[in-house]
């Protein structure tokens, strides 16, 4: 935890005592958002760069192209959640907590209204 930076090395009285004492953000959204940007640094962006090269490699043409769309449509996915997590990361606490609680409901104000039956 100390190498994902969640932890850190805090000197604690009194002298000489050698054992090493640690703590964590004082505030839990802190936290979060460290632990966010580390897994997406250490699980996520690898495969958005290994999703990278493979498009970029010029023996890419000679896949399927169902292949190819599959790859494409899943790095332009993968591209997308990781602008959009790092948007949702720079709210400020209070903002990202009322979004939070929206849930769900989200899903309401994004449908379509429904159409009208024809008479």
């Known amino acids: ?6 932890l ?4 604690r009285l009194p002298a000489g005592d050698r054992r090493d ?3 964590t953000a004082r505030e839990p959204w802190t936290l979060f958002r460290t632990i966010v940007r580390e897994r997406r640094e250490r699980e996520f962006e690898p ?5 990278r090269s ?22 332009a996915l993968m591209e997308s959640l990781s602008a959009w997590s790092e ?9 990202l907590k009322k979004l939070l609680r929206l849930g769900a ?5 994004l449908r ?8």
């Open 47 to 51: 495969t958005v760069r290994e999703l």
């Open 105 to 109: 409901r989200i899903r309401n104000l």
């Open 1 to 6: 935890m100390r190498t994902a930076r969640r």
């Open 87 to 95: 948007e949702m990361l720079e709210l400020e606490t209070s903002t």
């Open 21 to 23: 004492h640690f703590e």
């Open 8 to 11: 850190r090395s805090v000197a």
């Open 54 to 75: 493979c498009l970029a490699d010029p023996d890419f043409v000679r896949q399927p192209e169902a292949t190819q769309v599959r790859l494409k449509e899943t790095l």
């Open 112 to 119: 379509s209204p429904p159409k009208q039956r024809a008479a």
